[in-house]
């Protein structure tokens, strides 16, 4: 099993970024994808999950900033994220969840004027 997150990088406030994971090994369909962050002296949150059926929640800080989407057809999970503030800043990880969890290597994302 693989998860394989890109798109993570530097990017000013008030800014956007679009990370995607890409999973194999998995019948992604079936399973809840999940992104994650976990800032410096942190603990690790939920930013926001979609499940097989394309139901989504959002951690209240992201709500209305961030979107996930999924691709079954391409085994994706995307988060969309606009107007990035400075405490964004982290390291985001994909999860998948059914049977099993899977771990993602992570992506890093800083805010930074």
């Known amino acids: 099993v693989q998860l394989v997150e890109s798109g993570g990088g530097l990017v000013q406030p008030g800014g956007s970024l679009r990370l995607s994971c890409a999973a194999s090994?998995?019948?992604?369909?079936?399973?809840?994808m999940g992104w994650y962050r976990q800032a410096p002296g942190k603990q690790r949150e939920l930013v926001a999950g979609i499940t097989s059926l394309g139901t989504t929640n959002y951690a209240d800080s992201v709500k209305g900033r961030f979107t996930i989407s999924r691709d079954n057809a391409k085994n994706t999970v995307d988060l969309q994220m606009h107007s990035l503030k400075l405490e964004d800043t982290a390291v985001y990880s994909c999860?998948?969840?059914?049977?099993?969890?899977?771990w993602g290597q992570g992506t890093q994302v800083t805010v930074s004027s």
């Open positions: 999860n998948a969840r059914y049977s099993a969890s899977y």
């Open positions: 090994g998995i019948t992604f369909s079936v399973y809840g």
